[in-house]
């Protein structure tokens, strides 16, 4: 079976996009391939948090991920700290990881610019990390975004360079994945593309947000002064309205507000609140069970062993190839 990776940095709160975009496939994806989820707790180091707010964030993440449907029996869910084989093999592939081409990775170059007090030698590094991850356990599927391109071109070369260096094939190629091309866009509330923490919290809907806070978030979401022709073309913010309508709403209601639309009756007002008590419906089971799971300390910890010793098993294995064909032979 075809061996899958991804691994989620621990960022704060989920959101309906990430629920709808990657979320949704990792959890189809867990019963058709062999597939390592994981949580870069790791990579989310080279931002300094505070480790009171690091626990917490990895906490939340994956009560999050198993509330949405990640069953840690059907795939290895497992926190990257906990297997200590992804730092031994970041540290050997860097001895062949040059300091020109990791400079020249675009990640690196906007991060170095937008943070040139904290420039470490683990932002720059990154990408080595990353390649590990993936190809620690031979994964040739890697279900990310199009920002994540280059560092799996990235760890590719590296798995590739060490092959050709020891004369081996320990590792395949790994290639970005799109599960299910026909990616749902999930707008954001504040008129912009998609949902994103990046454009601020009033832009996305998390899965823990309250029903109060979901109401306020939608009354202050993004419209524009109604249509003053019959059958025109929603604008861009209005149009956004309607994308999130056609997931969280029942058919006929989205109908009733299209055709209002339409003849130029609608009332964007009642159109956001309707969407308010429709996202309350279809979140507030998500969020009750979070709420549980974060609260069950046993239960999480038996999903972080269990994840950690299926990933274990396999990249355990990995490893000591790797060892062998260096020439590290044990003198005991
Ligand atoms: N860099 C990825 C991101 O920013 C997270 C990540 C770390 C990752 N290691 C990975 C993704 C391995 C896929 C595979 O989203």
Redesign the pocket.
């Known amino acids: 079976m075809e061996i899958v990776?991804?691994?989620?940095?621990p960022t704060g709160n989920l959101h309906l996009g990430n629920y709808m975009g990657a979320l949704k496939n990792f959890v189809k994806m867990q019963h058709e391939y062999n597939c390592y989820f994981?949580i870069?707790d790791y990579?989310s180091l080279t931002t300094h948090p505070n480790p009171k707010d690091l626990h917490n964030n990895v906490k939340q993440v994956l009560a999050e991920y198993l509330a949405c449907g990640l069953d840690p029996e059907s795939c290895a869910l497992y926190i990257?700290s906990d297997l200590p084989e992804i730092p031994e093999l970041y540290m050997l592939l860097n001895m062949h990881a040059y300091k020109g081409e990791l400079e020249r990775v675009s990640?690196f170059k906007e991060k170095a610019q937008s943070h040139p007090d904290n420039i470490n030698a683990g932002l720059l590094t990154?990408p080595v990390?990353?390649a590990a991850?993936?190809i620690i356990h031979k994964?040739t599927k890697?279900?990310?975004?199009k920002?994540?391109e280059q560092?799996?071109e990235m760890?590719r070369t590296f798995g590739n360079r060490f092959n050709r260096i020891y004369n081996t094939e320990v590792f395949p190629e790994p290639y970005a994945f799109n599960y299910g091309s026909n990616l749902v866009k999930i707008p954001g509330l504040q008129g912009g593309g998609k949902m994103s923490k990046s454009d601020g919290d009033n832009n996305v809907i998390n899965l823990i947000d309250s029903p109060e806070l979901i109401r306020k978030k939608m009354s202050r979401a993004v419209t524009d002064t109604g249509p003053t022709e019959m059958n025109t073309a929603p604008t861009p913010s209005v149009q956004n309205l309607f994308d999130l309508m056609k997931i969280v709403s029942e058919e006929n209601t989205s109908k009733h507000f299209t055709d209002a639309y339409a003849n130029c009756s609608i009332r964007y007002g009642d159109m956001k609140k309707q969407l308010a008590e429709d996202m309350i419906t279809f979140l507030t089971p998500i969020r009750e069970k979070i709420e549980a799971i974060s609260n069950d300390t046993s239960y999480l910890g038996k999903v972080a062993k269990l994840g950690a010793e299926k990933a274990h098993d396999s990249a355990t294995k990995t490893l000591n190839e790797v060892r062998d064909v260096i020439g590290f032979r044990k003198f005991y």
């Open positions: 990776v991804s691994g989620i940095r994981f870069a990579h990257q990640s990154y990390l990353m991850d993936i994964a890697v279900p990310v975004g920002d994540q560092h799996l760890a």
